[in-house]
């Protein structure tokens, strides 16, 4: 007689040795924290960037709705403005827009593809992603400081944008000025650079630059660049 025998796997009962010491769970854990820094920092590197060029590409649309501008308007750059710029624009019921205001926005707004509204809205164009990200409630409304006097060659002073107040002067033609390279129409504004006293203490004024490092500049001809504020 042929007899099968059959086989079957040994069970133990003791515990299965395994699992992390508190050594190495804790160790692990430093790791990952380590990680996440490195992670948060990179992605805070990261997004600083990206905000750094948002806010360059924004000031050379402006540029573009600025030559827009004065092409449709014999040659005369948008004013009179204000020096302290806000990026909030209001259009009336016939489309049109509040150029009295003395914000450039309101010249520019035909050109910067405006939404319709029935209150104060915010343009991208002339908003900076950082100086928004750094001021969620809105505090702060001024964001770009608009070129000054300028000083010509036979040292005449002249205001590119003419000026608002109780004499008004009208704005210039884009052709009178001179070196439009290197002579800037618009830049970030803060404290830190405020040379008006009531701008030192105004609460609509950023405390510091909003790039930390970095002011932008949009300079006559249409091209914007990043300046090192130390």
Not at 21 to 27: D, F, G, Q
Not at 72 to 97: H, I, K, M, V
Not at 103 to 131: D, I
Request: charged share 15%.
């Amino acid at each position: 007689m042929i007899s099968f025998s059959r086989s079957y796997p040994r069970f133990s009962l003791r515990p299965v040795q395994g699992g992390f010491s508190v050594v190495e769970l804790t160790a692990s854990l430093a790791i990952l924290a380590a990680l996440a820094l490195l992670l948060t920092a990179s992605l805070t590197h990261w997004r600083r960037n990206v905000q750094s060029m948002q806010c360059a590409n924004n000031l050379r649309q402006t540029g573009v709705a600025m030559a827009l501008y004065v092409q449709d308007n014999n040659g005369s750059l948008p004013g009179p403005l204000w020096r302290g710029q806000s990026p909030y624009y209001q259009s009336a019921p016939d489309g049109s827009f509040d150029v009295a205001s003395g914000n450039l926005v309101s010249f520019l707004a035909p050109y910067l593809n405006p939404s319709a509204s029935s209150g104060p809205t915010l343009s991208k164009a002339l908003s900076c992603p950082a100086w928004i990200s750094s001021d969620p409630d809105r505090q702060h409304s001024i964001c770009y400081y608009s070129s000054g006097e300028l000083v010509q060659a036979e040292g005449q002073t002249l205001l590119p944008f003419g000026k608002v107040g109780e004499s008004p002067i009208s704005p210039m033609r884009m052709a009178a000025v001179e070196n439009p390279a290197k002579n800037p129409a618009l830049w970030e504004f803060d404290r830190t650079i405020a040379s008006q006293g009531f701008y030192l203490t105004d609460p609509r004024v950023p405390d510091a630059p909003v790039h930390q490092n970095s002011r932008h500049i949009l300079y006559f001809d249409g091209h914007a660049v990043a300046m090192n504020t130390k």
